[in-house]
């Protein structure tokens, strides 16, 4: 059974799954809030139906030595230059059951210079985060897609990105921080800086 992780919590990977994992995937879900669509000559007063809004969150993985960035895997770049991760394809509006994007990770080919894993979501369109609504990251097993983790993205606001979750070594072994830091940026380079001081 899946554990729902609150802000801050740290998890085992290893201990969770109940045996040693080789591969992960990151699941990124999210829905636009929806508005009402109103019409007519008296001053909009009847609702004609619900208004169909779309909101394009991008999910990215950054691999980090140390501080130091190493390579990100975003919608830009699908597969990280070691091959060990892959990003599944960008989703621009959030339709749909189900995550919206995954990044698959094999961590027996993460290359051992890298420190963490660091999974990010930020709006390109520049919503902020008041907009979106049902949002959440996930990991599962990559062997048998049972679901692992989850953490809810909560926390509404002025925001346009968050700094998610982060997978990292740790006595041999590869643990989940449940970060849930409030950011700022339309793309992942925004990015780069407010991570490295959260390490």
Sequence with gaps: MAINLEKGQKISLSKESGTTLTKVVMGLGWDAKQTEKKSGILGGLFKVGSGENTIDLDASCIMFAG???VDAIFFGQLTSKDGSIVHTGDNRT???DGDDEQIIVDLSRVPENVTALVFTVNSFTGQTFNEVENAYCRLLDGSNQNEIARYTLTSQGAHTAQIMAKLYRHNGEWKMH????NATGRTINDLFQPISLLL
């Excluded at 449940?178 to 830091?181: F, I, Q």
């Design 94 to 96: 959030g339709a749909g």
């Design 178 to 181: 449940a970060m849930g830091e």
């Design 67 to 69: 501080d130091k960035v």
